[in-house]
């Protein structure tokens, strides 16, 4: 129980002190949100993407699984896609790998951990994909870097190619979609140089 009383007691502080410098903040954030982005990331307790962004309540909608996987059958993934794009129009989609993530190391590594591996096939094809220049890396660390940025964005492109994204560029709509890592060890978040806003942005 001292955890969850630790945790309700510092709940009740934060709110305390946000409504002390905000008196109308709570009260504005019941009538309904108004998110610019949806952070696609990795379920990782070291990743919280407000956090990590220093982003108000209400600005991001989140989709957080092991290994930032996205899954163009994965219907919880979907519904928060479609209700982003569809109902909350946010203007960018934001797919947010991290290095030390766990799925990669695992898929990398080829371990055996249950279940998760059936989640994590998708990693493995991709670092199968690209395991030509996974292989001429020297130095682990620098490869599983490397494993995780490759990973994060096949994420991205598969993101663009789901029907919901696709379809809202055919109508015109605004929808950035970017790639990023979070680099755990620094606290910053390089991003990976890789977007796309139409579909003339894919092959
Ligand atoms: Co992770």
């Not at 799925?103 to 990693?123: C, P």
């Not at 940025?149 to 950035?176: D, F, G, M, P, S």
Request: hydrophobic fraction near 35%.
């Amino acid at each position: 129980m001292s955890n969850l009383k630790n945790l309700l007691n510092q709940n009740a502080k934060w709110a305390y002190k946000l409504n002390r410098q905000s008196p109308k903040l709570f009260t504005d954030l019941a009538k309904g949100q108004s998110p610019h982005t949806l952070w696609l990331g990795c379920s990782d307790s070291r990743v919280p993407p407000e956090q990590l962004t220093d982003s108000n309540l209400g600005s991001i909608f989140t989709h957080r699984n092991i290994a930032n996987v996205v899954g163009n059958q994965d219907i919880s993934f979907l519904s928060v896609l479609e209700y982003a794009v569809v109902h909350l129009k946010v203007k960018q989609i934001i797919v947010c790998g991290h290095y030390q993530c766990g799925g990669i190391k695992a898929a990398l590594d080829k371990q055996h951990s249950g279940l998760i591996d059936n989640w994590l096939f998708t990693v493995k094809s991709t670092l199968k994909n690209h395991s030509k220049e996974l292989n001429v890396i020297s130095g682990q660390n620098k490869r599983f870097n490397r494993a995780v940025e490759l990973h994060t964005l096949a994420q991205l492109e598969n993101l663009a190619r789901t029907t919901i994204v696709q379809t809202a560029w055919v109508r015109k709509q605004e929808l950035e979609l970017h790639a990023c890592v979070f680099d755990i060890a620094s606290g910053r978040l390089k991003y990976l140089d890789k977007s796309y806003q139409s579909n003339e942005d894919l092959d």
